[in-house]
């Protein structure tokens, strides 16, 4: 199952690296990454990634939550599809 | 892979702009529940609701975990409960339990106490339209609904007045809570059979024992789309407001399907109406003044609800095979704070209102009037809205709040209903033809066979 995960907030340091600690440990490869800061402070991290077997979207979700209150950034884990639907045909 | 920008528009759609899935309903058929005891129907009621419906809820919140898009409301609908019950005679102890079944499980709302009864009224019909009042008053999350007029069978008057007296006697009965039975009671005109969206949801007789029906929104969306192309002409406006229904539309879709095939329960139709909330940034009203208005009501308003309507449908019938509902962009009055704003003002009143109904996709709905308004003008209020959605082939309903014991000021009924001000009707009245009653004939267009 491959989801997005997005990352939004003020940029500081260490939100990438977190964020990519926590998703090895819940067994999830990064197919894909993108991240752009906006005028040297709004930070925003999307990432494409394969969920391991055995683990959901909110396992992943949770994880992550707990980087999110670190770091004062907003995180959201979604399925694909959503973005799918809404963009191709 | 999608690209950055596509994917931060979806997501701030949803944290920004108040896009979501307004509700996933669940539509039952009961027609296997009746027999001709009153206790048994009920019984078995219940049981097909719990039994159909006992993971209903948690694998809905489950699918708005997995595409993170909210999903507001989870409700049940069922077959039109004056067939149901009409060879036991146990409308209310059938409400009570729709009532009890809804609440274990975890259910806002359960529409279908309905009636359809535009070319005549059985005995049996009659009786259950009397029994609403006392259910709507004695039940939390029951909706009811009754449809008056088609555009094939013309207008039953007979009904009309009835219903007249019907939304009296409710706001009489629960006016300790603000009169909400009216709340909860839609009166329609060419009610359609797979609408998602309560208090009007009923399962269609010619729909299939269990269905999934979706109601998405987004007002907030369109309006943030409209923002970006200010000065620019018409048919720019109509195609952008198509492309963000298209978009919006696509994502109902998949939610659709996939509740469907994790409840096992066939796939209905996605109705996209622009159904407002009282939030900021959620509401209907301000997309039609972002369209160039300098306040709903003014000049000019029912043109561009018109091409709001329009272009809704057309951007939804572009992403989706299965649209259907009702489809548009829903005015209610108590739920909308632009719409709330125009009439505290005094820039919008009942005409304009009535005007919009003719090109909006429903009609006047939670609209709070003086607690004094006469059972026959009610009736009459109701006659004008059937005549609108008979004579142009569309859907029209009345959702109105009698307000017992006020004439003027604001009711407040909480929540996603929001609060209204009471709504000024004039003072004539047309309690002579009410008195009439009979059947206003279908129109020569409706002969088309």
Known sequence: ?89 | MLNHNEIIQTITMIKDLHLDIRTVTMHISLFDCITDDADRTAGKVYDKLTSKAKNFVSIVNGIQTKYGIPIVNKRLSVSPISLIGAASGGYEKIALAMDKAAKELNINFIGGYSAIVQKGMTKQEEEFIHTIPKVLSETDVVCSSVNVGSTKAGINMDAVRLMGEIIKETAEKTKDANCIGCAKLVVFANAVEDNPFMAGSFNGISEGDCVINVGISGPGVVKAAIERIKGQDCSVLSETIKNTAFKISRMGELVGREAAKQLNAEFGIIDLSLAPTPEVGDSVGEVLEEMGLSSVGAHGTTACLAMLNDAVKKGGSMASSRVGGLSGAFIPVSEDIGMIRAVKSGALGMDKLEAMTSVCSVGLDMIAIPGSTSAKTIAAIIADEAAIGVINGKTTAVRIIPVIGKEEGEVEFGGLMGRAPIMNIGNGNADAFIDRGGHIPAPIHSYRN
């Open chain 1, 1 to 89: 199952m491959r989801a997005i995960v997005s990352v939004l907030g003020k940029d500081t340091k260490g939100i990438i690296a977190n964020v990519s600690m926590t998703l090895y440990k819940q067994d999830a490869n990064i197919i894909d990454i993108s991240q752009t800061v906006l005028q040297n402070e709004y930070f925003t991290m999307i990432m494409l990634v394969e969920i391991g077997e055995g683990k959901t979207i909110d396992d992943l979700s949770k994880a992550l939550d707990v980087v999110a209150k670190e770091f004062k950034v907003e995180i959201r884990v979604q399925h694909e599809d959503i973005f799918n639907s809404m963009h191709r045909i």
